[in-house]
């Protein structure tokens, strides 16, 4: 895929990015980018994966399912609410 230029605010994020350029790690400004967005992909591939085992984990519980109506009535009683 060709490379396109894009044009990105980064506001008070900008001195954060600067400071890695700084730090001689990265030779440029798209290399720090790059290494950022490549640090959410795996931050999200994370998060999506903890989201599909608690879901796997939802749909193996055995236990019988318990109405909205039910679940709130039993959270009002456990709370004290007068009017459960």
């Given at each position: 895929?060709?490379?396109?230029?894009?044009?990105?605010?980064?506001?008070e994020m900008a001195t954060h990015a600067e400071r890695h350029l700084a730090s001689g790690r990265y030779a440029s400004m798209?290399?720090?980018?790059?290494?950022?967005?490549?640090?959410?992909?795996?931050?999200?591939?994370?998060?999506?994966?903890?989201?599909?085992?608690?879901?796997?984990?939802?749909?193996?519980?055995?236990?019988?399912?318990?109405?909205?109506?039910?679940?709130?009535?039993?959270?009002?009683?456990?709370?004290?609410?007068?009017?459960?």
């Amino acid at each position: 895929m060709a490379a396109k230029a894009i044009t990105v605010t980064l506001g008070e994020m900008a001195t954060h990015a600067e400071r890695h350029l700084a730090s001689g790690r990265y030779a440029s400004m798209s290399e720090v980018m790059r290494a950022g967005l490549r640090a959410l992909d795996r931050e999200e591939a994370v998060l999506d994966g903890l989201v599909q085992a608690q879901v796997r984990e939802a749909l193996a519980d055995s236990r019988p399912a318990v109405s909205l109506k039910d679940a709130f009535a039993q959270v009002r009683a456990a709370v004290g609410d007068p009017n459960a």
